[in-house]
Structure formats: C-alpha cells, structure tokens
C-alpha cells in the first residue's frame, strides 16, 4: 500500500526536552511539508522541502528544525525553543511543489507535560 | 495578501439532504483549489482538486466548483449520509512572484454533522 505514515501516534513531553516527529512516504513524492494544526486556527505551514537536501521555512518554523536526507523521509524535531509546541501536526506530500495534489499522513498529536 | 475563508463554522442537516459548502478567497491568482475531509483525531484525505483553469470536478455525490473572479468555490454533497459527518477544509495553492515563495493556504473548515 502507498502512502504516508506518521509516528508515534501520540506524544508525551517534559518541558525543555527536544522531541522528533517521524514522517515516511513511499509514494515516490518530490515535495514533502510540515502542518501545525490548533483549535480553531486551521493549518499552519512549519517546514517544507522541494527535494532531497533542501528545505524551507514555512510560516512558523521557529523552535522547529528538519532534515531531507532521503526521498521518502521527512522528520521534524520540535525543540525547547517552541514556546508553545502542544498541537496536532500533519506531515504531508505531493509529486512536485506546484500544481499537484496534497496527500496527508494520520497524525501525531504532541502533549507537553 | 490571500486569506481563505469557510462559512459557515459548523452545519447540521437531516440525512438525505443535498447541501453546499462554501469557501472564499481574496487573491484570484491562484493555481488550483483542494476539498479535503478531516475526521476527527485523523489526517486530512483529500476529496477534489480544481486546477485554476477548470471549472468543476465530480467524484461520486461529490461536486466542487470553482469561480476564481468572484473568489469562491463551493463543495456540494448529494443525498447526505450520516458517514458523511467531518469537517471539510479547502486550501488555495498560490505564488508570491515577488519571491517565487509556493503558498498553500488553508481554510479553518466547516464541521458537517449528518443528523440520522
């Protein structure tokens, strides 16, 4: 089955603490990006990557960091600078940056203790 | 700059009923517009995707259409189901030439509830 997949599902940490995010696809997928979603607020862009070693910054990436080593993997490290990281956030792909369709993963929802 | 608007926030109509979704936008350059579907504690699945140059697209009891001069597109559902209840957000792709910056701008969504 092609798709995205996201883990874990749910996430747990202590305030100061570093977390990372995993997000694989093998949809053979160019473009790979990073949502923000809170209550009320709709998506919110955090990081995005045209192809392999190479990102941008979306709207909100501060207190995030990515990496694009591989094609099929985008992984998001939530740091202890993100003041305010309890949210829910998508990873998500598409065939190339412009133009195409947005495929979404599951989800993981982040909690700061 | 583009905003991307949903009204209403939420909506409740008896099963069976056909009914519209709608969703606004400011900026008409823009390269193509996508219904997704949210459910709740889930990943978006994507519904229809209208390129900027197309009118309408059908998918099953699903129609969008797409009217960039008057900014709107709208998510019409026939013959509602209860499995139908979720919340439907639409995203604007658009480019700020200024900095060839791709933009995909989301609505906040509309959380449909199917009543049996």
């Known amino acids: 089955d092609g798709g995205i997949t996201q883990s874990p599902k749910y996430l747990f940490r202590k305030e100061g603490q570093n977390v990372t995010l995993s997000c694989e696809q093998n949809?053979?997928?160019?473009?790979m990006y990073w949502y923000r979603q809170d209550p009320g607020q709709g998506l919110r862009l955090i990081y995005y990557?045209?192809?392999?070693?190479?990102?941008q910054k979306g709207d909100i990436a501060e207190g995030y960091s990515v990496s694009r080593e591989k094609k099929e993997s985008f992984p998001l490290t939530v740091t202890s600078a993100q003041k305010n990281p309890t949210a829910f956030y998508l990873c998500?792909?598409?065939?190339?940056?412009?133009?195409?369709?947005?495929?979404f993963g599951p989800g993981t929802r982040l909690t700061v203790l | 700059k583009q905003e991307v608007t949903q009204i209403p926030a939420a909506l409740s109509v008896p099963e069976g009923e056909n009914l519209v979704l709608n969703c606004s936008f400011t900026?008409?350059?823009?390269?193509?517009l996508q219904w997704f579907r949210q459910d709740p504690g889930k990943g978006l699945t994507s519904l229809l995707l209208?390129?900027?140059?197309?009118r309408e697209q059908t998918s099953g009891r699903l129609n969008a259409s797409l009217d960039k001069s008057s900014g709107r597109s709208t998510l019409y559902i026939a013959a509602s189901q209860p499995g139908d209840s979720a919340t439907y957000l639409c995203?604007?792709?658009?480019?700020?030439?200024?900095?060839?910056?791709?933009?995909?701008?989301f609505g906040k969504g509309t959380r449909l509830h199917i009543l049996p």
């Open positions: 995203a604007v792709r658009t480019v700020i030439f200024v900095n060839r910056d791709d933009k995909i701008i």
């Open positions: 209208i390129q900027s140059s197309q």
């Open positions: 990557s045209q192809i392999v070693n190479d990102f």
């Open positions: 900026d008409s350059a823009i390269y193509n």
């Open positions: 949809l053979n997928h160019d473009a």
């Open positions: 998500a792909s598409s065939i190339e940056i412009s133009y195409n369709e947005q495929f």
